[in-house]
């Protein structure tokens, strides 16, 4: 996941595109969410509307914000509000002095997380004494944790936490379902499948409630996580489902540009993020975090490939694209081969290109980032750095595949922002794409699952799913 700066708003009656006269969209591909925590976000505590870190006092708490005792939001974006670094614990815990609050950021890499919280991950054995490889445990001038977490450490915070009940899983597959619906989408790419969520939408799929075709990847969060990942994805293979798939492995190597870890070839210019630790303690790096090391990346490629697993990889700054690239031309140039993909690709140098062209890479971007981040991108990045931006365009013109989506819940599905994005972006200088945009918003696998979407007069009119219509 990654940065935006909008208001989520999921419900929307139709979806809205510049067209005049009918359209067809065969098997409407959005082609990067989340898919159950879409749901999760669409039926949980929204932040994206605080003006302010004090804000979280006007909060309307409901019954279903709450992941067992913990009180868990998401969407919050210091970006947006007068004071730009990041928030402290103390503005919790006047709000909520004794219940845990585990409030997650908007691009899904940092956490904001009160005392009681606090207190709690260490009962359950996080430890706030040394940052997590990968990640950062902000810290005041005495060294002490903030409430900030980014993230590796944000996500083994996030993996203590306890589970929701399995009717809110249920409820949180079904609205997502929903969403991607009514934005007009019959097949989605999930970046985060697991068993459990496997078997729900089995379940589905077999009462004929299933109305989307799922392609998923399963995350290793790291190199020890792997074994089990390929264990689970083998048995996954083995089901039997029509409209599941599981293509493979997916890995984060560094982070986001709002919270400035995306890893980068040049320094941030200095600004709201690096007010938000004192060094010695948090080990802040100029050029973002780089998650994964080379030899790990190239651990995970050369046990993923030879069992026909494809290998996705976060990877949104220009350095992590080229991390990633040059690990998967060893791994190739010792002859085990295989499909990378690369995820977001926010930032990337023409070199790094042109390195791409004799392997299996396909590109999965989200024109829908533009609009949010490029309020502060001007700003944040070198000038070298902000012509790497959004090169839909020179990956065309270099034959490398690539297919759009919207990162949901980060940003909203939606055909209109593509549109939106791919004419404002072009205003700031970023080269236009001279092909139609609907060809990098079909499923390449034309025959898995017939559908298709109609498009009239700037609007979705309606969606089909085998044949059957849904809204």
């Not at 989340?34 to 605080?50: I, N, P, R």
Request: aromatic share 10%; proline share 5%.
């Amino acid at each position: 996941m990654k940065e935006t700066g909008n208001t989520v708003s999921f419900f929307l009656p139709r979806t809205h595109v510049h067209s005049v006269g009918m359209e067809k969209l065969i098997n409407a591909f959005d082609s990067h969410t989340h898919f159950w925590a879409t749901g999760q976000v669409a039926e949980g505590l929204k932040l994206h509307d605080l003006k302010s870190a004090e804000a979280v006092s006007e909060l309307k708490i409901l019954p279903q914000h709450y992941r067992s005792q913990w009180l868990v939001g998401f969407g919050w974006n210091q970006n947006e509000w007068p004071q730009k670094t990041f928030p402290d614990k103390k503005i919790l815990d006047k709000v909520f002095p004794d219940t845990p609050v585990f409030f997650s950021r908007v691009d899904g890499h940092a956490s904001w997380i009160n005392s009681c919280g606090l207190r709690e991950l260490s009962k359950l054995g996080f430890d706030f004494s040394k940052n997590i490889n990968g990640g950062v445990i902000a810290r005041d001038e005495r060294g002490e944790p903030t409430g900030i977490l980014l993230d590796q450490a944000h996500i083994a915070a996030l993996m203590k936490l306890p589970d929701f009940s399995n009717q809110q899983h249920q409820l949180f597959f079904k609205t997502s379902q929903s969403i991607f619906n009514k934005a007009g989408f019959t097949h989605i790419r999930d970046m985060s499948m697991h068993e459990g969520a496997w078997n729900i939408l089995r379940q589905m799929e077999d009462q004929k409630q299933l109305t989307v075709a799922v392609e998923s990847l399963v995350t290793a969060e790291s190199l020890d996580d792997l074994s089990n990942v390929l264990t689970v994805i083998k048995k996954l293979r083995t089901d039997g489902s029509k409209q599941l798939r599981v293509a493979g492995v997916k890995i984060f190597i560094d982070g986001s540009l709002g919270s400035q870890t995306a890893f980068v070839s040049e320094p941030y210019a200095l600004g709201s993020q690096t007010a938000f630790v004192s060094e010695p303690y948090a080990g802040s790096q100029e050029n973002g975090l780089l998650i994964w090391k080379p030899e790990e990346i190239k651990a995970v490629l050369r046990a993923a490939w030879p069992l026909g697993y494809q290998v996705a990889i976060h990877c949104i700054g220009d350095a992590a694209v080229t991390t990633a690239v040059q690990a998967a031309r060893e791994v190739s140039a010792d002859g085990i081969l295989g499909r990378l993909n690369l995820e977001h690709v926010q930032l990337i140098s023409p070199e790094t290109v042109q390195l791409m062209k004799p392997l299996h890479i396909t590109c999965h971007m989200q024109p829908c980032h533009w609009l949010s981040d490029k309020s502060f991108l001007k700003e944040s990045l070198s000038p070298k750095l902000f012509s790497y931006l959004f090169q839909w365009e020179l990956l065309r013109k270099n034959k490398i595949p690539f297919f759009f989506g919207s990162d949901s819940p980060i940003e909203r599905p939606s055909l209109a922002d593509t549109i939106k994005a791919l004419a404002d972006s072009t205003e700031a200088g970023i080269p236009a794409l001279k092909a139609d945009w609907k060809v990098y918003h079909q499923h390449p696998d034309a025959g898995w699952i017939a559908s298709h979407t109609e498009i009239e007069s700037g609007a979705v009119k309606q969606v089909y799913f085998r044949g059957e219509p849904l809204l």
